[in-house]
């Protein structure tokens, strides 16, 4: 795997150059820039906008569609309660400490690790030794008034802790951070003081929901709660048949501490959450497995991180299944799945690793959990995580509320249970014991099948039997054997009832679709010399706009051609756009590899004379000409992906007429 | 116009079994509702969010396709200062009361309303008049603890009183609607008592964006604001070139003091909005109105509310236009392709009318607004604004910000202006009145051309001119001939700048899709006198799914035909669903016409002996058996719109065999 990131010819990656594109071509741009910007808020822009809806489209056709999931669309606002119950409200924070004298705030975790990381720059370049740029996590984005590192040597004990403190940076909690500071005097380069100690910081924005304040409530984090507290409707509306999977497209919301990381690090961003419901017994198999059993994965897995090593060899998810690197079906199905969407939206093959969780990552019902990270020049980015969440969020759910968020299911055959039975006789064990009645009953019901046992013996010879009730004359009542039976009964089941388990693959939306932008980002050369042009080759079926229409010059004659041909492929749901600008046709094609668009028909006098067009292929600048039908068959082939440029370049013939294109330097 | 909803077939709309339907098959669910709910926050089911999803696609084409608008996805979260800008800060807001005893909140405005319509119905009672059924206003949903109606009689002058302030509830403020409140004694049914003095309550979710609390923001109310923001880049991504649309599909919020209107009054709700700028030069005329003229509309403009009409016949916006009832072609063209697009998804025709903003229901800078309403169970439900805004909103936000958010446009021919310049020497006038001398100098430059006219005659013959500085000496400056020249010269103008004008359709989907529901639904009588069985007929182009697929028993060799057809039908892209449950056949089409499925294929014994299939139309429950390439080919020609069940009818083989179908009872 290269080390640093490099375009999709292998170009080392410019970033500003990319950005810098990026948002002169409006993919994106920080909302209310006007007004200043608010970090972490991005709009995206016409390219941005429908690049993204083209991956939702790809996305629902190949999940939702593709297993019949039951898509809901829930509610953002979400009251207090439901993500207590979830933990969100104790547990979703950072830890974030101020610097008493400029007021700055600061994420602790990356405060440490920022300030010790110099230290150690510091001591190598001390040391007269090579600095090596680590690869850069966006979870750690640098601000911007870091420390200059200063070369200064540090004792190789010291040296060691703090390479250790590096090396588990996430297992901190607060106080344990806020002693780092103090005893390393870590201090914030900006102002040369110490922060304060970290306190924890809610990351999910709040707000009161109706005129009183009686309903706090809060954005989303994560779409999964709605599904969840829908699981027993989605259930009936399933006609009771397991498993089944929901699945929602939505904005959440992370109040982030200070994001800097681009698209990669935002406040508001649009989630693609899938939650497959199945029943915890007999191994999570998965019916489509086989489908997919011979992808095969880059699996970075526990013991791998572990030893530190970062390569592995892909190996088939059939295979990792079975030797129990992925603990069920259900979950390798689904890494597989994930795997071929990405393939499916153009993602570079080569930069796609599933990078298990540590067990200290983990919550602690995950039964498992596998990231499919994407490489960029931020470094590796988990851009979909996959979770096997085992029964726990149906579970609390259901306790906090009552509501019966479980399966029952009709067993092939009635089971026959023999068990202690007790039976009470009601008409005189209330007068007896009165008041105490409840709590002795209670009691009594609440006997395990040993305990049972002893008391059917007791009472086959004695006239009474003694209980332990808490809270009753001096704990322990005197039941007479008129009152209680106690003896083994047959029950016949019909039904079993369980909580489904829940596997839940996630995807953050907006990082892949900033991964994928890298990932198609390459520069040509230009001929004399001048600046090198930003391409971005993305497949046909995500690409903004699907095809360029290029009139050769304002002349009036070329006009009905481009109105019609644009007609007919909106017809066809092609997206076009027409360029009649002023600029030279190489400018306008130029504009339009920077938008990604994979196709350019030019309209010139030939067209007029013989209504013959030409096809320009954005990747290799080659072209073709025939007439209208021919190449808008030929596009629709290229969009629905039957077809590929060089099928066509095979059947069409090839064009080099009036357009002046540089060749490609590779 | 009939005065009480009706279904399709016109039978009177029994909205409790469509809302019962509705929520049985899941097309919508109260958010949160294991946990209690929230009022004004619904989920969609897997009918409700596809049925939203194709609205959306829908509007997509026929929109922003249809005219290359530039799509933005914007944030939601939003700074102050920018709705502080808008006015939504200022005036974004209800009145609301509370009632001292049981802490109830009451939006005041439509409790003065309820009360003084239970006094009125209790007067009409007492006169033995009959109780018409006003038709109800979502607006004013009625609470549940409203008084009942009590027969007392009022004098007929208070009579004429009380329906004087209902005729203009609307204009009251709160100071106004407190003095109602006092003067007519209004008390809380619920309590007995008055309820205390109106004060603002503000419709916008607030929160704090980032850990400190310096950028309090808002969920935004509307998605025009990111359209403004972003006008500078879009006309720069648009190349410079007027008129132009931007459009936006995304989540907005209003913090309704009390909702109570299921579907149509809700706290979170998707909104597209369009944004189209104009010159407001020449009259605001729209290229393709020519396209649009014919199409007839109802319109109620204001003279007609006025004249307290509520019926007028349909006028072609042709005429409209053309005779100032709406204000110009833009406008117009929108009305147009709004009512367009409501007929394609299945709106009914009968239940459309636009009505005119009223001047005080307007906001001051609007020039004209016309409401899509649809009439409901509800009765006129506003669906769609569609406003003429004027400057106001990029002027305001270039006001705040500075920022250019205007057209710079180059004049076809450089116009040349000749005017009375002002030139001073800045040497001499600077020295000669040293501390006044910008003073002296703005004001001899905020001079008329008049003035200026009047000064070059002064100084022909004079030394010197008087000019009237406020603050400087005794209001009067005496400046000498050789500080100033006012002469008339000529200046060459290339470029014309201006501000566009916008013009917003604005789109509330939640509304559509309910009253679409309601437009849709019919029941169709049962055989046996059983209950009578819901049907939605959507067309085929919305309807949640397309295709139902029904093995006639749970036969396993029914099972790869059903398979099979399924994939076939999903590599179309054509939504299908098999139901393979035990239910009878008959029951599992009832249930799919309950879902708006429109067309349904039996697997019979038939099918395995010669791979025939039958087809059901939803609609009139007939049946047609072919083979699966021509049952498919006459899906998709339906599902297009190409071709509708009454050609597949004359097409292919009419079947009347394994299904009991009931007939229509019309």
Redesign the interface.
Known sequence: MTSAATTLKGQPLDRPALDSMLRR??FY?P?????GG??G??????P???L??NIIDVWR?HFV??E?M??????????H??LKTSGHVDKFADW?CKDPKN?E?LRADHFVEEVLETRLKGDKEARGQKIEEKEEDPKKKKRKGKGAVEAVKLDDAVVQEYEEILAKIDNYNGQELGELIKKYDLKNAATGVQPSPPVA?NLM????????SN?P?Y?RPETAQ?QF??F???L??N?QQMPFASASIG?S?R????PRAGLLRV??FLMAEIEHFVDPQGGKKHPRFEEVKDVELVLLNRETQLSGKTHVEKVSIGKAVANGTVDNETLGYFLARIHLFLKKIGVDQSKIRFRQHMANEMAHYAADCWDAELFTSYGWVECVGCADRSAYDLSV?AA??G?P?IVRERLPEPITIEEYQVELDKKKFGPHFKKDGKAVEAALLATTQCDREELSKTLESADSITVKVEGVGNGEVTVPKELITVAKRKRTENVREFTPNVIEPSFGIGRILYALMEHCYWSRASEGGDEARGVLSFPPTVSPTKVLIVPLSSNEEFRPFCRKLSQKL?KMGI?S?I?D?SATIGKRYSRNDELGTPLGITIDFQTVKDQTITLRDRDSTKQVRADEDKIIEAIQAMVDGSKSWKDIEAELPVFSGQEVELPTRE
Chains 1, 2 share one sequence.
């Open positions: 071509r409006m741009t909302s209310f820039e006007i007004y608010v970090a808020l991005y709009d995206y822009g016409p941005g906008c429908s993204q809806a056709k569609l593709e019949d039951l898509e809901v669309d829930c509610s953002v606002l979400t009251p309660d439901v974030m007021g705030i910081f924005f709040q707000t009161a929901i109706g005129p009183s309903t409530g954005l709605g507290l829908n027993a409707k989605l009936e509306y006609q904005r919301y109040n982030e501490i200070s406040r508001e759910h906090k509320t509501a968020l909106r997206s756009r360029d600008s």
